[in-house]
């Protein structure tokens, strides 16, 4: 299994200013992934956070406005950049943590709760 | 990745046994199953995850009919602790991205 600190758990914040959100994680990881999950709705991949390597982001997310760093293999951070109200979101930190060989299950942080006003 | 739909939401009674059906028809053969739970203001939580047949653990079991086209998420006897959103995946099982569908929402009541 895989314990994951996420901070801050919930901010407010005001438009167009940045918060950078910290993920920690108990064991060495190879890849991390970020989430955003919008009031009321799923989760939707952002990128996904490799060591050593440039991160890559999915469909409808950028680099400019989603920074994200990866220093080592258990830490990683993710940058709201230039805030919008549409920010307002959950974010999430997610790992692997293999159990069986044919078993692999993903643990998420608790999230951090971004409110833009 | 293929792409699953569950129904919006599911309401129940305490001690009663809660079956959720996702459906999920272009499963490719090396696709599994994987079922989470996700309670308000945490992150999901993995429940089960299957290929064929059926798999029980000690939270759920999962029915996989022998075309794989759908499963069939068992909760027996449910509590008011298990109300939350229940989340079926697809994917490769190889440590790589998810992709949440909708959800069903499961309201237990008492």
């Known amino acids: 299994s895989a314990v994951i600190s996420q901070k801050p758990s919930r901010d407010i914040c005001q438009r167009g200013t940045s918060l950078t959100i910290q993920c920690q994680v108990d064991?060495?990881?190879?890849?991390m992934f970020w989430y955003r999950q919008q009031p009321g709705q799923s989760l939707t991949l952002i990128a996904t956070a490799n060591q050593g390597s440039e991160a890559t982001y999915e469909s409808g997310f950028v680099i400019d406005k989603f920074p994200i760093s990866r220093p080592n293999l258990t830490f990683s951070t993710l940058t709201v950049s230039n805030m919008s109200p549409e920010d307002s979101s959950i974010y999430l930190c997610?790992?692997?943590?293999?159990?069986?060989?044919?078993?692999?299950?993903?643990?998420f942080g608790q999230g951090t709760r971004l409110t833009v006003v | 990745l293929a792409k699953t739909t569950q129904p919006i939401s599911m309401d129940s009674y305490e001690g009663q046994e809660v079956n959720i059906t996702c459906s999920h028809n272009n499963i490719a053969t090396n696709d599994y199953i994987t079922w989470y739970q996700q309670f308000p203001s945490q992150g999901p939580r993995f429940i089960i995850q299957?290929?064929?047949t059926k798999v029980t653990n000690e939270v759920a079991s999962l029915f996989i009919p022998a075309d794989r086209k759908s499963s069939t998420l068992s909760l027996p006897r449910v509590s008011l602790s298990d109300t939350a959103v229940y989340y079926c995946l697809v994917d490769k099982n190889q440590g790589g991205k998810l992709i949440f569908g909708q959800g069903t929402e499961l309201s237990v009541k008492p």
């Open positions: 997610s790992v692997y943590g293999g159990r069986e060989t044919y078993d692999t299950e993903a643990f």
């Open positions: 299957g290929y064929k």
């Open positions: 064991s060495q990881v190879t890849m």
